[in-house]
C-alpha cells in the first residue's frame, strides 16, 4: 500500500502541491493519505477529485483574507480573555467553496487527518472511510467521520487560531502522521515535511512568530519514527516499509502566515523539482 504523509507548515504548504504535481506525474499515485494541519487540507483536496494541477491552482489562488481576518477593534478592549488572535471563518467559507465532502466520503483514497483534544490532550484521528479502516486502528485512535469541522480543527495553531470542537492544531502531537500510516499497512511510504528554518532570520518577533517558532520544534517525534521504522526494516520478524522523505533544501523566504506572498509560486515549484530529485524511476 502507497501512503502520502503530509505535515503541518501552513502558508509553505504549497510546498506540498508541488511534490505532489511531481509524484502524479511520475505515476506514484497514494491508496492512503495522511495529513495534519495544512497537510489535512492538501490531503482532502486531493481526495476529491482534485488533480494535482487543480490542487497549486487553489494555492496560487489563496490570499491571507481567504484563511483568516484580524478580530474587531471593539474586542481588543477584552483582549486578556482571548483564546485566539485570528478569526478563520473566511477558512471556513473557502474550503466549503472549493472542497465537496460528500464527495470525499465515496472517494477511493483512504484520508486520516489529526487533531489535538484541548482538554485530554491526546491525538484525535478522522476519516473518509471508515469501515476500511483496520481495527487495530481503530482500538488505537478510535476515529469519527472526517468533515469540514475536523480539518478545521486540525489546522487550528493554538493561540493564533481558535479552536474548532475543543481540538488544536495537529501538528501540536503528529507533525507528520507516519505512525498512523505504518499502523493503516502501508508498504511504501512518501513523507513530505515542510520546516526548514531560515539560521538568518533571528530571533522571532511578537506573539504570531513565536507561537510557529515553538511549532516548529514538533519536527523531532517525526525524526525518530523515521529512524524507529529503519530498523524495524532490519529485523525479519517486521514488515519492510519504505520511507522516502521530500523536504524542502532551503528557506521559503515568506512567513508561514503570508498566503498572499507571490513566492508560493516559487515553493510549488521548489516542491516539484525536489520530488524528482528524491525520488528515482525504480520508486514508481
Known sequence: ???????????????QAGVIQALYEMGWVPDLICG?????????????????GHLCDLWREVQNENVYRFRPLRSWLKCWKWSHLLD????????????????????KQVVTTYSADVLSGRLRAYSNRLDSLPSKYHRRYRPD?????????????PLVFPWV???WDGALLQYAPLKPAVLL????????????PDPDAGLPEGILQTVMRVLDFSLTPLKTDIRRILERNEDPDYRTVDVNVISPTRPFGYSKLDFSSP????????????????????HV
Request: proline content about 3%; aromatic content about 4%; hydrophobic content about 45%.
Open 1 to 15: 500500500m502507497r501512503a502520502l504523509v503530509l505535515s503541518g507548515g501552513a502558508a509553505h504548504g504549497a510546498f
Open 145 to 157: 467521520l472526517l468533515d469540514l469541522d475536523a480539518v478545521l480543527a486540525s489546522t487550528a495553531i
Open 36 to 52: 495534519s494541519s495544512v497537510g489535512a487540507i492538501n490531503s482532502v483536496a486531493l481526495a476529491t477529485g482534485k488533480s494535482p
Open 185 to 196: 499497512g502501508a508498504t511504501e511510504i512518501v513523507v513530505v515535511p515542510i520546516h526548514n
Open 88 to 107: 478563520t471563518e473566511p477558512l471556513r467559507d473557502f474550503l466549503s467553496k472549493h472542497i465537496d465532502f460528500e464527495e470525499l466520503l465515496e472517494s
Open 165 to 167: 470542537r475543543g481540538e
Open 263 to 282: 513566492q508560493k509560486e516559487s515553493a510549488i515549484c521548489h516542491g516539484r523539482n525536489r520530488a524528482y530529485q528524491v525520488m528515482s524511476d525504480d
